[in-house]
């Protein structure tokens, strides 16, 4: 593709004030009838009755029902699929329970907490279960963290770009704040043995999803996590506890935990083998890749919008999170990737967490490729598709992080395009 | 006691009871699990060494018969090309252009193949095959290429022992 002539590149991005260009909108209701009523006709309705009833648990607004994770699932098993969350409709860092995102292997359980219970058995020295009472008189800690599933992003891996909308594409990640106990006091309260290594993780589901997670990790960072934003686990995300492993790929974040079982090898289940492992050029799989590299995404402007004024001025916003740490840069460019701008990182940045970036663009009604590129505080910077495919080939499915390009028209319109 | 002395107890009382509060600490609520640990429903997981296998066993042509009835709807009547995954063929296929990750061109333990049939298919029916089916299913799949002979019969012994064509092709990446 042939990028068109343009006047400017270094013009595109420019840290500006707002200044007043926003300025002068504001008109006044006209005053009729100002003899008789106090107030006009045209003030609105909701001003004129009594609101809305109380309600025991709060909805979106009516006018926003749009805004709902995206189903994709196997119509012969419906169980069998993901939800998208919509990162193109949201703004902030943290993913509201009802749109986080899903991946489920055969549907999602009703699970009764009085008949749950969690066990530690293998290479302990005294196997132990849990109940969900006892397990809610423990110490807890909040964690705020990206939870991404091993295949967001995988339309990536084909050879025409997909033209969804950004989270329906990229929105197999989510943010929550996770309120659990550290696993570290279950295990040890167990009594590890020297020989254990890997611990299998398994869930109460129909799928009874079972992967091995190496035990250095659950001792390290790892939560028993029972709530989800400061309310209980969603049955989606894992009623009544869900293991979550900050900045390691969705699928080792097993959902309804049964059981944990210390073992000096991995099991080599299904999802570990034939599925999260990443198919080389030269054959080979790359197997146990845990780590979400860095990687960012423009929320806005994005697929689905369009850039109504010309000239305008556009806030870029957008995502960026790394499975390494913390996010340390995102820069944007509106040049299909020849010059870069720093983006500003809206703070607290979070170790293994979303952070918002956002740059204002003064756009002409040129030609554009908005891109973001994040790094992280180990100094790796998220590749290009090109860079992404001349090392992993195009069969890895897995692990998709390259670079995200958007076209803009000179029409206003938004394009999903591959990078230059 | 005067109101003085009252007053200093009184501090003392707090200051104790917001030091037996601000200690971190916890009380153990584990329950002994041995007995729970050994049932078979707590031992689903089938490492390569396939010791947690159950006693049983299958042929191909059992298998043949209960793949038609229970699994070709979603597998396709060869095992490939229905709404689920490819179970076989392909054998070979990992570095050409168009690769395709079936159970025996891809998968790298025959043990697996047991442990994800028995906990999670049929898949509106899981843990409804009993584990002479669930042999005989795994022994249909592999003998579709050959891994195994028609006439092979698997069990808790043979099962373990079957080496899959693409047993050396994962290389770990943990630890890094």
């Known amino acids: 593709m042939n990028k068109p002539p343009t006047q400017s590149r270094r013009q595109f991005l420019q840290k500006a004030a707002l200044g007043g260009a926003l300025a002068g909108t504001v008109s006044l209701p006209v005053l009729a009838n100002a003899d008789k009523l106090e107030f006009p006709d045209d003030l609105p309705e909701w001003m004129r009755a009594p609101g809305g009833e109380f309600g025991n648990y709060g909805q979106p607004s009516k006018h926003e029902q749009q805004v709902i994770r995206w189903i994709s699932a196997n119509p012969a098993a419906p169980g069998n699929g993901v939800s998208w969350t919509p990162l193109h409709d949201l703004q902030g860092t943290i993913t509201p329970n009802g749109l986080h995102y899903e991946r489920h292997h055969n549907g999602v359980p009703q699970i009764d907490p009085e008949q749950h219970i969690l066990l530690i058995d293998g290479l302990v020295d005294k196997p132990i279960s849990f109940d969900v009472k006892s397990l809610m008189r423990y110490p807890m800690v909040s964690r705020t963290c990206f939870i991404e599933c091993g295949g967001n992003s995988n339309s990536g891996w084909r050879s025409n770009p997909i033209q969804s909308q950004a989270g329906y594409a990229h929105g197999l990640v989510s943010n929550a704040e996770w309120t659990g106990i550290p696993l570290k006091l279950l295990l040890k309260e167990a009594g590890i043995q020297t020989a254990a290594k890997w611990v299998i993780a398994e869930g109460a589901d129909a799928a009874a999803l079972n992967i091995s997670i190496p035990l250095e990790k659950l001792l390290d960072d790892a939560l028993l996590a029972l709530y989800q934003n400061g309310e209980r686990l969603r049955p989606e995300n894992g009623y009544p506890m869900r293991l979550v492993l900050p900045g390691w790929e969705g699928i080792l974040n097993v959902k309804w935990l049964r059981q944990l079982r210390l073992t000096d090898e991995p099991i080599m289940s299904r999802d570990e083998t034939s599925q999260y492992t990443e198919l080389m050029p030269d054959g080979s799989a790359r197997q146990f890749t845990f780590i979400n590299e860095a990687k960012s995404l423009i929320t806005s402007p994005s697929l689905g919008m369009m850039l109504p004024d010309n000239p305008g001025i556009y806030q870029i916003s957008g995502l960026a999170w790394s499975g390494r740490g913390k996010i340390t840069r995102v820069e944007i460019s509106a040049d299909g990737g020849d010059s870069w701008v720093d983006a500003e990182l809206q703070g607290p940045v979070l170790d293994k967490a979303f952070t918002r970036f956002s740059l204002p663009w003064h756009w002409q009604g040129e030609y554009a490729i908005l891109q973001s590129r994040a790094t992280d505080e180990t100094g790796y910077v998220q590749p290009s598709r090109e860079a992404l495919i001349e090392n992993r080939g195009k069969h890895g499915f897995f692990h998709y992080n390259a670079i995200v390009s958007w076209e803009i028209t000179e029409e206003g319109d938004i394009n999903h395009v591959y990078g230059f | ?176």
């Open chain 2, 1 to 176: 006691m005067s109101m003085v002395s009252k007053i200093f107890t009184s501090l003392l009382l707090l200051l104790l009871a917001s030091y037996s509060y601000a200690k971190s600490d916890y009380q153990s609520l584990g329950k002994p699990a041995e007995a729970l640990s050994q049932q078979a429903q707590w031992n689903l997981s089938i490492s390569p060494d396939g010791k947690a296998l159950p006693k049983g066993k299958g042929m191909a042509v059992q298998g043949k018969q209960i793949f038609a009835l229970k699994c070709a709807i979603c597998h396709g009547p060869e095992g490939i090309g229905a709404s689920a995954d490819p179970l076989m063929g392909e054998v070979g296929s990992l570095t050409s252009d168009y690769p395709e990750k079936t159970v025996n061109s891809y998968w790298p333990y025959a043990t697996t193949l047991f442990d994800y049939i028995r906990r999670s298919m049929p898949i509106n029916a899981p843990f409804s095959l009993t584990p002479d089916e669930v042999y005989a299913l795994s022994a249909y799949i592999l003998s579709q290429d050959a891994i195994i002979a028609e006439d092979f019969e698997l069990n808790e012994e043979t099962l373990p022992r079957v080496t899959m064509p693409n047993r050396d092709g994962f290389i770990s990446f943990y630890p890094e």
